[in-house]
């Protein structure tokens, strides 16, 4: 029996004819019609010189395993970014590449990855990240972006100012601090023409989308793709809802947990009435996106903001919290909700008395510290470590 390898020249050579025959492939409407790449040797070798990706064996992108957690009513409430974009191998990798690509900013110093580095699980140490001079700073912490798929009110930035994901990654690029194509440095057509000229963009773009153009739509669409494909799904937490069934709801104690981090749990989950401190009422579990109906948790008094939080999966590797990345530890944010909720009109009525003065949780020193053990269930060692998301460039 020949295999699927042997199988493989002669059923891309007929495939090629029939892709020639309809233009190739491309964007219609919301639609992506598969297309199906030809045989380019140069433009290969051309991509394989610069980049440790094999334009004949791309990594695996398109089949998501998701846990059992994520159910169809899950995904439909999250996923919001999944219709009309689907993930393919050929898109996330060159959005991959695009994320590393240094020349994405105006002088070639910075690229997405300066800011959201991996093993921080694609959030930054410092407050207020470094910009294109090295010297100005952004204006608000970098956001880890493990799990930034699944968003419940499908807007993105602290302050949700993006509508989507798509409408939001290109959005850096044209910041004047952050990469620097701003309208006065020739906006995102500049960015556009620098892409252009690196020779291995070509065959990359013709593999994600059947030609070489390189467009707004497609630079959307692909760096949307790969940030799409970053999901925490292998913390300890979800090692052990796998272990005890799969889903909600969770088991107390859970497989494999401390007693800390077993009362840590049910302390975040349950609501007030039940004794618990009602996080998860936000902070909502499989994927810890925020409830899209969450205002602001109260950091500065008389704030009119609401902010949005990103998922809190993978958090506690490291990066400082809050949009402004006031809090540098899980202990100091734990100490926040417990004692320093300040009263505000953004202030959501979940974290305030009836009569609108912020909660007070009194939490012992034990609970405190069973909190922040459950956050550190929550960490994720796979996704800061997955060679499908690592710098492609050779240097
Ligand atoms: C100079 C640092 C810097 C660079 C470069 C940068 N970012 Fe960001 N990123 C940030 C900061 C800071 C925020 C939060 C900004 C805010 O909310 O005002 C952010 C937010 C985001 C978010 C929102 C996440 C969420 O859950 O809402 C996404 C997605 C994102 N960045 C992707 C990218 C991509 C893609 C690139 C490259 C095209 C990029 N970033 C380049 C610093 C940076
Ligand atoms: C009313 C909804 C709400 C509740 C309840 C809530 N949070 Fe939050 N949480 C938020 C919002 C909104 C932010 C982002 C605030 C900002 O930066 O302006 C946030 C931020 C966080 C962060 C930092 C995220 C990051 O990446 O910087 C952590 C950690 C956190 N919350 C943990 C908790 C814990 C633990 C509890 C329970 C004691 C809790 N939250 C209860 C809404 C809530």
Redesign the pocket.
């Known amino acids: 029996m020949l295999t699927l390898r042997r199988l493989r020249p002669a059923v891309l050579g007929s495939l090629l004819v029939l892709a020639a025959a309809c233009g190739g492939g491309d964007v219609t409407g919301t639609a992506v019609i598969p297309t199906v790449p030809g045989i380019d040797t140069a433009g290969n070798r051309l991509v394989l010189a610069a980049l440790d990706i094999d334009p004949t064996a791309l990594p695996s992108y398109a089949m998501q395993v998701l846990p059992a957690s994520y159910t169809p009513q899950v995904l439909q409430r999250e996923d919001r970014g999944a219709a009309g974009n689907p993930i393919t191998d050929a898109g996330a990798t060159l959005g991959r590449v695009l994320f590393f690509d240094r020349r994405l900013s105006r002088n070639d110093s910075v690229s997405c990855a300066s800011c959201h580095v991996q093993s921080l699980a694609f959030g930054d140490t410092a407050r207020f990240s470094l910009g294109l001079d090295g010297v100005s700073r952004a204006t608000a912490h970098s956001m880890?972006l493990a799990n930034a798929r699944f968003n419940q009110s499908g807007e993105y930035f602290?302050d949700r100012r993006a509508p989507s994901l798509q409408a939001q990654v290109i959005e850096p690029i044209q910041n004047a601090v952050e990469m620097g194509f701003d309208a006065s440095h020739g906006g995102l057509t500049a960015a556009i023409a620098k892409v252009n000229a690196v020779p291995f963009y070509a065959r990359l773009f013709t593999l994600a989308f059947g030609n070489a153009a390189v467009t707004q739509d497609r630079l959307q669409r692909a760096l949307a793709q790969y940030v799409r494909s970053i999901v925490s799904v292998q913390s300890r937490w979800d090692v052990a809802v796998a272990a005890s069934g799969g889903g909600a709801p969770f088991q107390q104690p859970m497989p494999g947990f401390t007693a800390e981090e077993s009362r840590g749990q049910q302390l975040?989950l349950a609501p007030p009435q039940a004794n618990g401190?009602?996080?998860a009422?936000?902070?909502v579990p499989p994927s810890f996106s925020?409830d899209a109906n969450?205002?602001?948790?109260g950091?500065d008094a008389g704030e009119t903001r609401i902010?949005?939080?990103?998922s809190?999966k993978a958090?506690g590797m490291g990066n400082r919290?809050?949009?402004d990345g006031r809090h540098a530890t899980?202990e100091a944010?734990?100490e926040f909700?417990d004692a320093a909720v300040q009263p505000g009109p953004a202030l959501?009525p979940?974290?305030a008395n009836p009569n609108g003065t912020p909660r007070r949780l009194n939490l012992s020193a034990a609970d405190k510290a069973a909190?922040v053990a459950f956050?550190k269930t929550l960490r994720d060692s796979a996704v800061v470590t997955d060679p499908r998301f690592r710098n492609p460039f050779r240097r």
Do not use: E, K, T
Request: aromatic share 16%.
């Open positions: 880890r602290w975040f401190l009602g996080c009422g936000c902070h925020l969450s205002r602001s948790n950091l902010f949005r939080s990103p809190l958090v919290y809050m949009h899980l944010v734990v909700y959501d979940r974290l909190v956050l």
